[in-house]
């Protein structure tokens, strides 16, 4: 894939890419094994270890199960020493994983993403599924539900010396920066009706050159290293979700994707908004879904009542405010579906009169009605 800053080499093979270092470098990484703080690694690695779903073959379940073996058999495939390799494992397809690098003066940045979110995003505080204690993993949450597959695996290579806190500092820095990517993205948590900031299974690696130079001490966001990390991490995650998703800025020009952290999908939405509607008109509405939920204009205020709740959920908007609020913002909801801005009053004044409950159950019904508030009024002269 590449030689960077004279210093590692990059490579893409039998669903592995990994970084061979042609000078020593420290890495701090996530990996269960040779992972931590460690001087001696000579190769990081991120490996598809199995398919996303229903994937039982016994090289996959190995991973778990004999993880020292597993490292050794996958390193032994590419000639590559186990007991100095720290490795990441994934689903994510090698053949979308994304590489940025950016340049300052005497410094270099390289970031290596692979990823996929659509079944795993999660927010950091979601509820857990397991409770690991003496050795195992107990189903605590969820008993009736496992997590699903979904990881974004992160590398970071640094051609400059830095001290140690500074390179475990880099960690947060890469870390932020993948959550303003999803946060970009408007990526919603499967777990709860929040937006993500990660996966459940997320895992990262960070590697600087090690040198007699004087080392830096500083990733954070008010250095230059601190800045090209965040660009060229969130520039990586963006482009693997890309190719791996589909996921595109474009792409989530939706109302039924801003919302359905509620517990909605599209079916769901059709007969919601269908029961404010006479048969014909709902008919109308299945046949045009897209035309009213890729709106622009529909889908920004769509989106601004889901932010407008998101204020209330994080407490910075008080709870007796909300009714107006959302009524409000419903109103303008309806008005960009059906166009006509002068109906405004009256769709405000019918919302409230509805809305009776400040929670996320009320606000849907308050969006499915906006909806077809507008539909019906779009076409009611014809």
């Not at 997590?147 to 870390?175: K, S």
């Not at 990660?198 to 090690?210: E, H, K, L, P, R």
């Not at 020009?253 to 599209?266: A, F, Q």
Request: contains cysteine; proline residues 3%.
């Amino acid at each position: 894939m590449g030689t960077y800053y004279d210093a590692l080499t990059l490579h893409r093979n039998n669903k592995k890419v990994y970084a061979r270092f042609n000078i020593p470098h420290a890495v701090v990484s996530t990996c269960r094994i040779n992972g931590g703080l460690r001087d001696d690694i000579t190769t990081l690695l991120n490996h598809q270890s199995c398919e996303p779903c229903n994937h039982t073959l016994a090289r996959a379940a190995s991973v778990v199960r004999e993880p020292e073996a597993y490292l050794e058999r996958i390193c032994r495939e590419e000639d590559l020493d186990h007991t100095t390799c720290a490795s990441l494992g994934t689903a994510a397809n090698m053949n979308y994983t994304a590489v940025e690098s950016l340049e300052f003066k005497e410094l270099t940045v390289v970031a290596v993403a692979t990823g996929g979110v659509e079944a795993n995003a999660g927010r950091a505080g979601d509820p857990a599924h397991y409770h690991e204690t003496d050795g195992t993993f107990i189903h605590e949450s969820h008993p009736d539900k496992k997590p699903t597959p979904g990881t974004i695996n992160i590398m970071v290579f640094i051609n400059r010396t830095l001290n140690r806190g500074a390179l475990v500092r880099a960690i947060i820095t890469a870390t932020e920066a993948k959550s303003a990517a999803l946060q970009e993205l408007s990526v919603n948590s499967r777990y709860s009706p929040e937006l993500a900031t990660g996966t459940g299974t997320d895992q990262m690696g960070i590697a600087c050159q090690q040198g007699d130079e004087i080392p830096l001490t500083s990733s954070g966001k008010h250095t230059k290293l601190g800045e090209l990390i965040g660009k060229t991490v969130k520039k990586a995650v963006k482009r693997t979700l890309k190719l791996q998703n589909e996921l595109t800025p474009q792409g989530q020009r939706s109302i039924k994707i801003h919302i359905e952290r509620l517990g909605t999908d599209k079916t769901k939405m059709l007969e919601g908004i269908s029961k404010f509607l006479d048969e014909k008109t709902a008919t109308l509405l299945k046949n045009n879904f897209d035309s009213v939920n890729r709106d622009p204009l529909a889908v920004a205020a769509a989106a601004a009542l889901m932010h407008l709740r998101d204020k209330w959920a994080w407490g910075i908007l008080p709870k007796g405010c909300m009714k107006e609020i959302w009524s409000s913002q419903g109103a303008q909801l309806a008005a960009a579906v059906s166009g006509n801005i002068h109906q405004i009053p009256d769709y405000y004044q019918r919302l409230s009169q509805t809305l009776i409950t400040v929670d996320d159950i009320h606000l849907l019904q308050l969006l499915y009605q906006a909806m077809a508030m507008g539909f019906k009024e779009k076409w009611k002269n014809n």
